[in-house]
């Protein structure tokens, strides 16, 4: 069965400090596997996506994150924290029916 | 990228009475859409797979009686609750991928929040 684990369910960094959030998946065949931001009341924002290809997959401000098919991972990384980028954070695994992590809340020290 | 919609964003009912919620696809066609729901301050979990011209499919513990799913035409399915009550209160959120498509994501509607009274 699909799954998806987010081992930290809250971060607080400095703003201008680098962050990675961890991400964990069960998946039975190749996975599609996404993050997705969402700020509070709101919708969800795609960050980016892994499909195929080469491993570390850059995505919209500033993100990137890193598949790693022998850790089952696809952490997610930024090198400097902006303040606006504190949110609840969400990894999901699936293609059509897409599964979600519990999610990762980051606040940001300024 | 595609374009999914839900009506309304935002909706105050009355408990015991019934709310629909409406899911488009605005540019593209899905014969498959799925429903989800979000807790305050939880993830999203999945409801159903709303299956257009036949039934949809529930998840372990969602109630197909309250949650009627319709999926009536290529771009839109429907969420009712029926004889909602308070702990019906939520975040619900759909998505469609493009039909026939390699290597492209589900495209989420901006989600609709519920306020049972």
């Known amino acids: 069965a699909q799954s998806v684990t987010q081992p930290d369910i809250h971060i607080t960094v400095s703003e201008g400090a680098s962050l990675e959030l961890r991400c964990n998946y069960s998946?039975?065949?190749?996975?599609?596997l996404f993050w997705y931001v969402q700020s509070p009341g709101q919708g969800l924002q795609l960050l980016l996506k892994y499909f195929s290809g080469d491993t570390l997959v850059q995505g919209i401000k500033g993100f990137e994150a890193e598949f790693k098919r022998s850790q089952s991972s696809f952490n997610l990384r930024k090198p400097s924290v902006h303040w606006s980028d504190a949110a609840e954070y969400f990894c999901?695994?699936?293609?059509?029916?897409?599964?979600f992590g519990p999610g990762t809340s980051l606040s940001v020290i300024p | 990228g595609a374009v999914v919609s839900q009506h309304p964003s935002r909706v105050i009912c009355k408990s015991g009475t019934s709310v629909k919620i409406e899911c488009r696809s605005l540019d593209f066609q899905a014969t498959t859409m799925f429903w989800y729901r979000q807790f305050p301050k939880q993830s999203l979990m999945l409801m159903a797979t709303?299956?257009?011209?036949?039934?949809?499919?529930?998840e372990q513990g969602v109630e197909k009686d309250k949650f009627l799913i319709n999926h009536a035409s290529l771009t839109l399915s429907t969420l009712t609750v029926t004889s909602a009550h308070p702990e019906d209160s939520s975040f619900y959120i759909c998505s469609a991928r493009v039909e026939g498509t390699m290597n492209t994501e589900a495209f989420f509607g901006q989600g609709t929040r519920l306020t049972v009274v």
């Open positions: 709303s299956n257009e011209g036949s039934k949809a499919t529930y």
């Open positions: 998946y039975g065949a190749t996975p599609y």
């Open positions: 999901a695994v699936g293609a059509d029916k897409v599964i």
